[in-house]
């Protein structure tokens, strides 16, 4: 989960993005993540946080009215990543990502395979199943 720091004296503009979350005393209401998105909070999010240009881009998502929590920001994958497929605890290495599309819906990798993000969810998938994951990972679900 990402959380971002905003400055409520400008707006609530973003100001630093982080994985890990460690608010210094008097400074936790400065902070806001995904239980506190509205569509347009999550979009306006992303918007400020592509402008901080930290070297990664980040996507507004919407995982459906039947998903806690629905909105979302992510960081998009990038050019050089590496890359694997998963399902139900089992994962492959795929390469590297060589090629994404403008509007982040369609990915490729250097072993040919290819990623589709449906809507504007913060997954991508291929052959309707196997899903994308950043990293290198070789791993069978233990319980089969």
Same mark, same amino acid.
């Given at each position: 989960?990402l959380?971002?720091?905003v ?5 609530g503009r973003?100001?630093?993005?982080s994985?890990?979350?460690q ?6 209401l400065?902070?806001?993540n ?5 569509r ?7 918007e !400020?946080?592509?402008a901080?240009n930290?070297g990664h881009?980040?996507? #507004?998502?919407?995982?459906g009215?039947n998903? $806690?929590p &629905? ?10 990543d590496?890359?694997s497929?998963a ?5 492959y290495?795929?390469g !590297? ?10 990915? #490729?990798?250097s072993?040919g395979?290819?990623? $589709?993000r &449906?809507?504007h969810?913060s997954?991508?998938?291929k ?10 990972v070789?791993k ?5």
């Amino acid at each position: 989960m990402l959380y971002f720091k905003v400055d409520r004296n400008d707006r609530g503009r973003v100001v630093e993005v982080s994985e890990e979350h460690q608010p210094r005393p008097g400074d936790y209401l400065n902070w806001i993540n995904r239980n506190s998105f509205t569509r347009r909070a999550a979009i306006s999010v992303a918007e !400020e946080a592509n402008a901080l240009n930290d070297g990664h881009h980040y996507l #507004a998502s919407d995982e459906g009215p039947n998903v $806690y929590p &629905r909105f979302d920001v992510i960081r998009a994958p990038a050019l050089g990543d590496k890359v694997s497929y998963a399902f139900n605890g089992d994962s492959y290495p795929d390469g !590297e990502i060589i090629k994404i599309s403008p509007t982040f819906k369609v990915i #490729a990798t250097s072993t040919g395979s290819r990623y $589709y993000r &449906r809507g504007h969810r913060s997954s991508w998938v291929k052959d309707g199943t196997w899903s994308l994951v950043i990293g290198h990972v070789y791993k069978q679900n233990p319980s089969f």
